[in-house]
C-alpha cells in the first residue's frame, strides 16, 4: 500500500474473503466470487437456511451468466430482460415464483 492508504476491514471487505497476497489475474471474476462469499456469510449471520442460501446463490449465478456482466453493469432493463424470459417460453415459470427470486435477487 503507498504512503498514508489505510487498509479498512469494513462489513463486505474484500480482505475478509482474499488474502491481502493474493492478486487475481483476471479481477473481476475474482470480484464476483469474493462477493458471493461475504453475501454467503451475511446470509448465514441472519439464520437462513443452507437451502434458501444456495438457491439465492444460484439464482444469481444464473443471472449473470444471461446477462455476461458482473453486478457493477447490472442494469433495471436486464432484471426486467431475464424475468420477461423466465415467464416465456416452453416452460415458462409460474408468476409466483418469478416474484419469489425478484425478492431473492433484490437483497444481492
Given amino acids: 500500500m503507498g504512503a498514508g492508504v489505510v487498509s479498512v476491514d469494513a462489513p463486505g471487505a474484500i480482505s475478509l474473503v482474499v488474502p491481502g497476497n493474493v492478486r487475481a489475474l483476471d479481477p473481476a471474476p475474482a470480484m464476483f466470487e469474493a462477493m458471493l462469499t461475504g453475501w454467503t456469510r451475511q446470509q448465514q449471520s441472519r439464520l437462513l437456511s443452507k437451502k434458501t442460501i444456495g438457491d439465492r446463490l444460484g439464482l444469481v449465478r444464473r443471472f449473470t ?20 424470459a423466465r415467464l416465456s417460453g416452453i416452460s415458462p415459470l409460474a408468476h409466483s415464483t418469478v416474484r419469489g427470486q425478484q425478492g431473492d435477487l433484490q437483497p444481492f
Fill in 65 to 84: 451468466l444471461y446477462n455476461g456482466t458482473y453486478p457493477c453493469e447490472w442494469t433495471p432493463e436486464d432484471v426486467e430482460a431475464y424475468f420477461s
